[in-house]
């Protein structure tokens, strides 16, 4: 009898250890679902930044004045005036042309002699140059939080013609330059220049560099 009664609770342990381990991955699968329902220990939350950026218009072509100083080797340094207008190819590469006028001072050996060497209006000097710029590191600048323009630092070249001393001489002009988005609509310009051209007023032929200093502002059309 004692004998049959461990019979009996053997085959039951036995049956029972084989059903645990027939169950066993379904326990596991049901575990693996509740795990991944489950919500994760910490909840990111990330909250974007909103600003208002201004963005070059749709236009191609710009157009504006600027105002500086303008050293005109042996004359002095004086205040320029001009205009320029730029047109766009894409959005690294522009053409531009510009006008700039100063009138010029006297030279040190006309102030130790006490001659004059040029009329009035011969001391007038006109330039106009047609250039490429390109926009070497375009960025943005920001104000606050919510606010942002873009900028452009950029370089030029190219060539022209400059009326002074009652001829006209080819010029050749580099630079460098920084454009600042205001608006949609509106830049401003802080740009330096070298205007290079010969000159034989001294009796000697030279090569003179001109240096140009000027800021200004333009429109997008």
Do not use: C
Request: net charge negative.
């Amino acid at each position: 009898m004692e004998a049959r009664f461990w019979s009996v609770l053997l085959k039951r342990l036995i049956t029972f250890v084989l059903g645990l381990w027939l169950m066993s991955p379904l326990v596991t699968y049901a575990a693996d679902i509740l795990k991944s329902q489950s919500p994760p220990v910490i909840q990111p939350e990330v909250k974007r930044s909103e600003f208002d950026e201004a963005r070059i218009d749709t236009e191609n072509f710009e157009l504006g004045f600027y105002t500086g100083l303008m050293s005109v080797e042996d004359f002095g340094t004086n205040p320029v005036y001009g205009l320029r207008l730029a047109y766009h190819i894409n959005e690294n590469v522009f053409l531009e042309a510009a006008y700039g006028t100063t009138t010029t001072g006297k030279t040190s050996f006309e102030r130790l002699n006490n001659v004059n060497l040029l009329t009035a209006a011969q001391r007038k000097l006109t330039y106009y140059n047609l250039s490429f710029g390109y926009n070497l590191f375009t960025g943005e600048v920001f104000f606050g939080r919510s606010t942002a323009f873009n900028t452009a630092l950029y370089i030029i070249a190219g060539g022209g013609s400059t009326e002074f001393a009652g001829d006209n001489r080819f010029t050749m002009n580099f630079g460098v330059g920084y454009r600042f988005i205001a608006a949609d609509w509106l830049a401003v310009h802080v740009d330096m220049r070298d205007h290079i051209f010969d000159i034989d007023l001294l009796g000697q032929p030279k090569t003179t560099h001109n240096l140009e200093l000027h800021i200004g502002t333009t429109i997008f059309f």
